[in-house]
Nanobody
């Protein structure tokens, strides 16, 4: 079984910063892409940032230049550094991983439980 666990969420004033972490554990042969998604009340889940196993990154236009995604392959962790936070960034942030559980497995999608980020104006 694969588990993804996020941490680092909280309450921050507009203009402030937070760093989210996501740890992958369990039966894992390899991890391809990892990413962060978010969901605000009344809205659909949206992509925030992704990063490949080789370190190539992709960002939503709304966070480009403010957020930075990174990963530690040896530690099986992915991070999201969030700077210059805006009220509009308020959401539950979810970690996502494309995981190959065994050498015989294909890639499967796994999600963390989410961590709340609240930005006050």
């Amino acid at each position: 079984q694969v588990q993804l666990v996020e941490s680092g969420g909280g309450l921050v004033q507009a203009g402030g910063s937070l760093r989210l972490s996501c740890a992958a554990s369990g039966s894992i042969f390899s991890i391809n892409a990892m990413g962060w998604y978010r969901q605000a009340p009344g809205k659909q889940r949206e992509l925030v940032a992704t990063i490949t196993s080789g370190g190539s990154t992709n960002y939503a236009d709304s966070v480009k230049g403010r957020f930075t995604i990174s990963r530690d392959n040896a530690k099986k962790m992915v991070y999201l550094q969030m700077n210059s936070l805006k009220f509009e960034d308020t959401a539950v942030y979810y970690c996502h991983g494309d995981v190959r559980p065994t050498i015989f497995s294909g890639l499967d999608d796994y999600w963390g439980q989410g961590t709340q980020v609240t930005v006050s104006s």
